[in-house]
């Protein structure tokens, strides 16, 4: 009985190991072959679903964000996190509603760069912002809904 279990158990641990290398081949497959923009970082798992996502793509690093923001050229960046519920519902209408409005909506993944939440001030995803002249013209935050979006972008971007 004893080696029954024996077994039991030394197939159960040799399976999870499989599943273990299993899943991380295919993360890094994920990374290597998806133009990842986030270099060699470590991702978490919620970016590296995402990875392949249109509505994902535009991402902007930090360094690139303070540069464009320091410059005084007008930017609109979508702070959000792919493990945000909200997020989640609010980027497949805002990213088209973005593109049909000719902006070039940056992303910040606020997951990968979370201390940038302290450097713009960003209590809660999603969060939308345009930046002229080095500073904050406006925000918008949380599901705000299309008509809202829409508004925002007549108002700071599209002006």
Do not use: W
């Not at 290597?32 to 470590?42: C, V």
């Not at 973005?98 to 940038?116: C, Q, R, T, V």
């Amino acid at each position: 009985m004893a080696k029954k279990i024996s077994i039991f158990i030394g197939v159960i641990v040799v399976l999870f190991a499989g599943l273990y290398f299993v899943v991380d081949y295919k993360n890094n497959q994920a990374v290597e072959d998806n133009n990842n923009p986030y270099g060699d970082k470590e991702l978490e798992q919620g970016t590296i679903d995402q990875l392949d996502d249109p509505n994902y793509k535009n991402q902007i690093m930090p360094d690139e964000l303070k540069k464009k923001v320091d410059s005084g050229d007008p930017v609109t960046v979508y702070f959000y996190s792919p493990t945000c519920s909200h997020c989640q519902s609010t980027t497949p209408y805002l990213v088209p509603l973005a593109e049909d409005n000719d902006i070039d909506m940056k992303k910040m993944n606020l997951l990968e760069f979370n201390n940038e939440r302290e450097v713009y001030s960003i209590d809660s995803v999603p969060t939308l912002v345009h930046f002229e002249d080095g500073k904050e013209v406006s925000r918008i935050v949380g599901d705000q809904g299309e008509a809202n979006f829409q508004t925002f972008f007549d108002e700071y971007v599209n002006r």
